[in-house]
């Protein structure tokens, strides 16, 4: 493992822009990598499913590789979260989960995510440690500190109300519940992607209202599923699964659009970056065959996951 706050040039460039979206604040976020501090890296999962795809496997890359530079990565189980469902980017309300579901869940969850993520390097906390203290007036004081016409300005909240689809309370709440996480554990650093852009501003102009240094927002791209056009979802079924025979897992990469190959490269390998603009020119020039260039991305990806036999 690296000396905290010791980073190449060649390492910064990869943790800054390979599998990036957006850093917000990017600036903050280098001075803080080279600060030697130990950062605090936020991820939190809601276990509503019992399982992990490649779409997440992009972000706990990032994660594993902030690891090897001596940060601590912090896992928020969401078992209070959950119940509700994360609203970002849903057209309708989710049904509710019982809390046994959740934690079901969360056990698959954990197996999952500790195979990419350095489980000795990494701590495991429930929200149930803080929130099954909260009572009534606490959580009153959370949600005047935000109005309602903030949280409609979400792309997907002004759709369903502008498409006079309902909302729940309780979706309301979720963002709240989210940044009120960062706050517990003093986050440096919160993981989500694109779509959660939202529930971790919140996260860091909440810490401010507490008085804590408010967060690093660190998005990663949403990875398109096996069919080419929707985000890797399993409701969609165009998602490969990390527990997935590896003959299934090969079997899926190998039936991905060529257009696909060099992003998959990029975010679920370690490819280097030289090597992906060769792919990217060699496929638009047409010199190379994509079949020859799916069969080693669906070798490097489901041997990630499979011991060789």
Not at 45 to 60: A, K, M
Not at 160 to 176: G, N, V
Not at 281 to 293: C, I, T
Request: aromatic share 8%.
């Amino acid at each position: 493992m690296a000396e905290v706050g010791k980073i190449s040039p060649q390492d910064l460039e990869s943790v800054i822009t390979r599998g990036v979206s957006e850093i917000i604040s990017r600036d903050e976020f280098v001075r803080l990598l080279r600060s030697g501090k130990k950062l605090r890296l936020k991820m939190g999962f809601d276990p509503s499913r019992p399982d992990i795809h490649l779409g997440h496997v992009v972000g706990l890359r990032k994660l594993r590789q902030l690891q090897e530079l001596g940060h601590q990565v912090i896992l928020i189980v969401g078992d209070w979260t959950a119940q509700i469902g994360d609203p970002s980017g849903q057209s309708a309300t989710r049904t509710m989960l019982s809390h046994e579901e959740v934690l079901e869940n969360a056990k698959s969850y954990l197996r999952q995510f500790f195979k990419v993520v350095d489980e000795s390097q990494a701590q495991v906390i429930y929200q149930s440690e803080w929130f099954g203290n909260f009572d009534l007036a606490k959580v009153i004081e959370l949600t005047g500190r935000f109005t309602v016409a903030q949280f409609l300005q979400r792309a997907d909240f002004a759709q369903r109300f502008a498409d006079q689809k309902p909302i729940a309370i309780t979706e309301l709440l979720y963002p709240l519940l989210q940044a009120y996480d960062s706050v517990a554990i003093e986050a440096d650093v919160e993981f989500g992607g694109t779509d959660q852009m939202f529930n971790l501003l919140v996260g860091r102009e909440m810490q401010q209202m507490e008085g804590q240094r408010p967060q690093q927002c660190f998005l990663m791209p949403i990875l398109v599923g096996t069919d080419g056009v929707q985000k890797m979802s399993k409701s969609l079924d165009n998602y490969v699964g990390v527990e997935e025979t590896p003959n299934d897992m090969y079997g899926k990469l190998m039936s991905l659009p060529d257009e696909l190959i060099v992003p998959y490269f990029e975010y679920l390998t370690d490819a280097p970056s030289e090597e992906l603009a060769a792919f990217s020119s060699d496929l638009v020039a047409g010199s190379v065959n994509p079949m020859e260039m799916k069969k080693r991305l669906a070798w490097e990806i489901t041997d990630q996951f499979h011991e060789r036999s």
